[in-house]
């Protein structure tokens, strides 16, 4: 046999006998895995499946926005619309506002510092707002209070038959010279229990 036929044949019979071992698993986890600079010096990229969705079509309808209602800010009265309101305090202070029609005594105690909470911001649900109007004849020409002023003044502490919600009473001409007194005591509600 030549040298190079013997050569030959051990080559194939080393072959065969690779091909016929079963790797290990530490080999077959050195095969599968990536070389250490690859895996290690490539950027990650970051997939989800959001960007598989596609962006909703625009909607036609516009965008708009109210302005939320303030309260305690008032616009001044103009010159000879002024109206009159009194209002005293729990200590028996008074104090004397000129304020326009339509405000009601809620905006116009708050705007000037006094102690009205005013917890529900004016939407009827809470008594914190509570006056006692002084005049009789005064709290006559007030309009009426609706159900829902009544059902929470009967929670009111101190009611009186002259009680009104104040976020409920409005200034108009006839009511000019209004007084009206702070009980000395509210519900112990805030403005946080209506958030
Ligand atoms: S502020 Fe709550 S009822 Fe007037």
Request: glycine share 6%; hydrophobic share 30%.
């Amino acid at each position: 046999m030549s040298t190079s036929r013997t050569f030959a044949t051990s080559l194939a019979r080393l072959s065969s006998t690779a091909s016929r071992t079963p790797r290990t698993q530490t080999q077959t986890r050195a095969l599968c895995s990536l070389p250490q600079s690859w895996s290690s010096n490539r950027p990650r990229t970051s997939f989800s499946m959001r960007s598989l969705v596609p962006a909703p079509a625009p909607s036609s309808r516009a965008f708009t926005t109210t302005s939320p209602r303030r309260h305690g800010h008032l616009t001044p009265p103009k010159p000879g619309e002024e109206l009159h309101v009194t209002f005293i305090d729990k200590d028996g202070d008074e104090y004397k506002f000129q304020v326009s029609e339509g405000d009601n005594l809620l905006d116009i105690a708050q705007a000037n510092d006094l102690e009205m909470e005013g917890a529900c911001g004016g939407s009827c649900a809470c008594s914190t707002c509570h006056v006692i109007v002084q005049d009789e004849g005064m709290y006559d020409k007030i309009p009426e209070p609706e159900d829902d002023e009544n059902d929470m003044l009967d929670l009111a502490f101190g009611l009186t038959e002259t009680s009104r919600l104040g976020c409920q009473v409005k200034m108009t001409k006839e009511l000019d010279g209004l007084v009206v007194k702070l009980p000395s005591m509210t519900r112990n509600l805030q403005a946080s229990d209506f958030s």
